[in-house]
C-alpha cells in the first residue's frame, strides 16, 4: 500500500535531506585521485555520528556499509574498496541518511580529477535527466510521467536508461512502495498524490542498458564495460510543485 506522508512526517524527512546533502557536499570536497571508497565510507559513517544520524543502508539485507561506491561501469551498489581513485574516474556515492525514524536517500556521481569529454556529457545528461523527471512529479501526473520524461530525454541524447534498477517509495523504510521506473509509457504506474514521497534515480549507460551482478550478490556492472553514471534526489509530491528533500549546491 502507497502511505502518504503528513507534512510533519515530510519536514522531518526533510531535516534528514538536508543532512544528507551537507553530507554530499563534504563529500564534493574529498574526492580526488588518491582517495579510496573505504575513505569515504568511513567520513560518510562519522559525519551521520557526529549528527546523531545513522547509516541506513549498514545492515540492510547484510550490506556491510554505510555507502554504495560505484567506479565507472559500475551502475550500483559497488562495495566501497581500499583501491585508490584515479584521475579521469566517475564515482557515485550513494547512501540512505536515518534521522530519528525518517529516511532520507540520495546518490552523486562525482568527477575524480579531469573527467573525459565523453564522461563529463555523462554526467551532466544523467543529471538533467534527474530534474526532468522531477518536473513531472506533480500531483494529478502518474509515475509514467516521471518515467517517459527521462527516457525521451536520454534517448534523444543518446544513452540508455538502466531497467534493472528503478525507484521507489521512501518514509521509514528505505523500500515502500510505489515502484518508480525511468522508462516506459506515460500510462503506467498510480497516479500521483499529494504526500507521496518518492526517490527518482535514473542511472544512464553510454552503451546498452543490460546489467549483470556480480558474485558478491550486490556490486552491478554495464554488460559491455561502458561507463554508467547516476543521480538521485528523494522528492515530496505536494499541492504546489515537487519538493527536493534531498536538495544541495553541488
Known amino acids: 500500500m502507497i502511505t502518504r506522508k503528513t507534512h510533519q512526517e515530510i519536514e522531518a524527512m526533510h531535516k534528514a535531506g538536508k543532512l544528507l546533502a551537507a553530507c554530499h557536499n563534504e563529500i564534493n570536497k574529498r574526492i580526488r585521485p588518491g582517495v579510496t571508497t573505504k575513505d569515504i565510507d568511513h567520513f560518510v559513517e562519522s559525519y551521520l555520528k557526529m549528527h546523531d544520524a545513522l547509516p541506513e543502508q549498514k545492515g540492510y539485507q547484510g550490506y556491510q556499509f554505510a555507502t554504495c561506491a560505484s567506479v565507472n561501469d559500475v551502475v550500483c551498489h559497488g562495495f566501497p574498496s581500499s583501491t585508490p581513485l584515479s584521475e579521469g574516474d566517475i564515482v557515485t556515492?550513494?547512501?540512505?541518511?536515518?534521522?530519528?525514524g525518517w529516511l532520507a536517500d540520495s546518490a552523486w556521481s562525482y568527477a575524480v580529477g579531469d573527467v573525459s569529454a565523453k564522461g563529463q556529457r555523462l554526467m551532466k545528461t544523467t543529471k538533467e535527466a534527474l530534474y526532468r523527471g522531477i518536473e513531472q512529479a506533480k500531483v494529478g501526473n502518474r509515475i509514467g510521467h516521471i518515467a517517459n520524461a527521462i527516457e525521451t530525454f536520454a534517448v534523444a541524447k543518446g544513452y540508455s536508461v538502466v531497467r534493472d534498477f528503478i525507484g521507489h517509495g521512501i518514509g521509514d523504510m528505505i523500500h515502500e512502495p510505489p515502484h518508480?521506473?525511468?522508462?516506459?509509457?506515460?500510462e503506467q504506474g498510480p497516479v500521483l498524490e499529494e504526500g507521496m514521497v518518492l526517490t527518482i534515480e535514473p542511472m544512464l549507460n553510454c552503451g546498452t542498458y543490460h546489467t549483470f551482478v556480480e558474485e558478491d550478490g550486490w556490486t552491478a556492472r554495464t554488460i559491455d564495460g561502458e561507463l554508467s553514471a547516476q543521480y538521485e534526489h528523494t522528492v515530496a509530491i505536494a499541492n504546489q510543485g515537487p519538493i527536493i528533500l534531498t536538495d544541495q549546491d553541488i
Open 93 to 100: 556515492i550513494d547512501f540512505v541518511v536515518n534521522l530519528d
Open 180 to 186: 518508480v521506473p525511468h522508462f516506459g509509457p506515460i
